[in-house]
């Protein structure tokens, strides 16, 4: 695939095997064709086992990983071996989307990128992102890579909206991936998110995610587990909000970040 579906199944923190199995088979038989894991999240097994027992042939699932700097590590000879563990676990041959899930440990864009590349080349992964990274960081990953960069998957939603990030993907034409879209719950509760949630009949995920897919360059990855949620994130794809109820969203002037890492960018 060339596009990145506009809604994917995340499942960090789904470390389940059995659960997680199921939810990805169910999402992908009602519809999902976005996978999201990682190594850092040590369900990659059951990811795949949900892949390989859904009735959606392989060839229709985008499937994305990250590569983790205090697993495999990020030099470039442990970024090819880290992927072969990834795809042994994932059951699958190639991969859609590979990701640098932090720019921490012994990333080094001069080292670890040309790895990415080098995977590309082979036909082993179709894709190239970044997680996390800065604007700076996005910078110096564009001019090292060879392949596109396609992909940035970073925290956004109604309480973190990251504009200066978007803005750098629409100037540079790379999606930018949402994770915890919903602000793992938290945003339900915002007057702006309830308001229009309550007036259109409909769930504050739904708005939430429905207000990431209103902006050009925006897809999202929320979690789900049970086959209700599934669904219910699903529908955001027939929710279309009006500009005022945008605009509204768009209002929002609080900053709360859910998700930290020594070292991360914007705590270095």
């Not at 800065?134 to 504009?163: C, G, I, K, N, R």
């Amino acid at each position: 695939m060339n596009r990145i579906p506009a809604i994917g199944l995340g499942t960090w923190q789904n470390t389940n095997p059995e659960q997680c199995a199921e939810s990805v088979r169910l999402a992908l038989e009602s519809g999902y064709t976005h996978a999201d894991t990682a190594q850092f999240y040590d369900n990659e097994r059951a990811v795949g086992e949900g892949i390989a027992t859904a009735s959606v042939p392989r060839e229709d699932v985008f499937v994305a990983t990250k590569l983790h700097p205090e697993q495999t590590g990020l030099a470039y000879d442990e970024v090819l071996d880290g992927v072969d563990d990834s795809l042994r676990r994932l059951g699958v041959d190639t991969l859609d989307l590979l990701y640098v899930h932090w720019p921490v440990g012994n990333y080094d864009a001069a080292e670890t990128l040309p790895a990415f590349d080098e995977l590309v080349d082979r036909g082993t992964v179709d894709h190239v992102g970044v997680s996390n990274f800065s604007p700076d960081l996005l910078d110096e990953a564009l001019d090292v890579l060879d392949a596109p960069l396609f992909a940035h998957q970073v925290e956004m939603h109604p309480l973190l909206q990251q504009e200066t990030l978007l803005e750098h993907a629409r100037k540079h034409d790379y999606y930018q991936v949402a994770y915890s879209p919903l602000a793992q719950g938290g945003a339900f509760d915002v007057p702006e998110v309830a308001r229009i949630a309550k007036r259109r009949g409909v769930s504050p995920a739904q708005v939430c995610l429905a207000w990431l897919l209103s902006k050009k360059n925006v897809t999202a990855v929320p979690k789900a587990t049970s086959e209700a949620h599934i669904a219910d994130n699903r529908a955001a794809l027939d929710l279309a909000l009006t500009s005022a109820e945008v605009e509204s969203i768009d209002s929002i002037r609080r900053t709360e970040r859910l998700i930290e890492q020594e070292g991360a960018p914007w705590s270095a």
